[in-house]
């Protein structure tokens, strides 16, 4: 069965810190791999990767991708307050029945305390 | 990217009851899905809603308990049926041009089944 591993669960820093966090995954006939960052009900697309090795950054935020060892990174300098909301990792799934899916993580919950 | 609207935001219904949530992308997008976000959990999605024929429905979801229109590009309708306390979550539409492009979401529907 298809699944996304994310870590930690939740985590708590102070600002200025950095944070690194965590996604595995098991997919079959893997396409590509996406961070979001969700502070109320929506979820905000940060990143989309498809290929190892090559870092995608924006800003404090920087992502990259190993393929062979199933996981991505999501890292974050120089934290702050408003970077505090869950992050959520979400892989690209096969098509099954003519259509395709993206299965989520479980979500890392970051608090950056002032 | 696009814009999603998705109404209403929140609504409080009572247990037997129906409601329908309606999500407008300011453009055409090739695939729109709805997800469910109960509290303290992940995104599982419920089905894709396919343009011109029967959603496409995850496993542990029917099409009597959620149909889902699709009557064009732009625009989905889910409908939450027969609602009990345990269908109190974020609902959530998201739209994608095709397979490996990113996804985006609107704003959620907040529903609370008393």
């Known amino acids: 069965e298809d699944k996304v591993v994310q870590s930690p669960l939740s985590l708590v820093v102070h600002e200025g810190d950095t944070v690194t966090l965590n996604c595995s995954y098991e997919?079959?006939?893997?396409?590509?791999l996406l961070w979001y960052k969700q502070e109320k009900k929506a979820p905000t697309f940060l990143f989309m990767l498809?290929?190892?090795?090559i870092e995608k950054k924006s800003g404090r935020l920087s992502s990259i991708l190993d393929k062979k060892e199933l996981f991505s990174i999501l890292n974050i300098t120089a934290t702050q307050t408003g970077d505090s909301a869950i992050y959520l990792c979400?892989?690209?799934?096969?098509?099954?029945?003519?259509?395709?899916?993206?299965?989520f993580g479980t979500g890392t919950r970051l608090k950056v305390l002032a | 990217s696009a814009v999603i609207s998705q109404k209403p935001s929140r609504d409080i219904c009572q247990r037997g009851t129906s409601l329908t949530i309606q999500c407008q992308v300011d453009?055409?997008?090739?695939?729109m899905f709805w997800y469910r976000q109960q509290p303290g959990q992940s995104l599982t999605l419920i089905a894709t809603?396919?343009?011109?024929?029967?959603?496409?429905?995850e496993s542990g979801f029917v099409i009597d308990k959620f149909p889902i229109s699709r009557p064009n590009l732009t625009f989905s309708t889910l409908t939450v049926s027969n609602m009990s306390p345990e269908d109190s979550s974020i609902y959530l539409c998201?739209?994608?041009?095709?397979?490996?492009?990113?996804?985006?979401f609107g704003p959620g529907t907040r529903l609370t089944v008393t």
């Open positions: 997919v079959t006939n893997f396409r590509s």
């Open positions: 809603a396919n343009q011109g024929s029967e959603a496409t429905y």
């Open positions: 453009s055409q997008v090739t695939m």
């Open positions: 498809t290929s190892s090795g």
């Open positions: 998201s739209v994608s041009w095709g397979i490996s492009y990113e996804q985006y």
């Open positions: 979400a892989v690209e799934s096969p098509p099954t029945s003519g259509t395709y899916k993206y299965i």
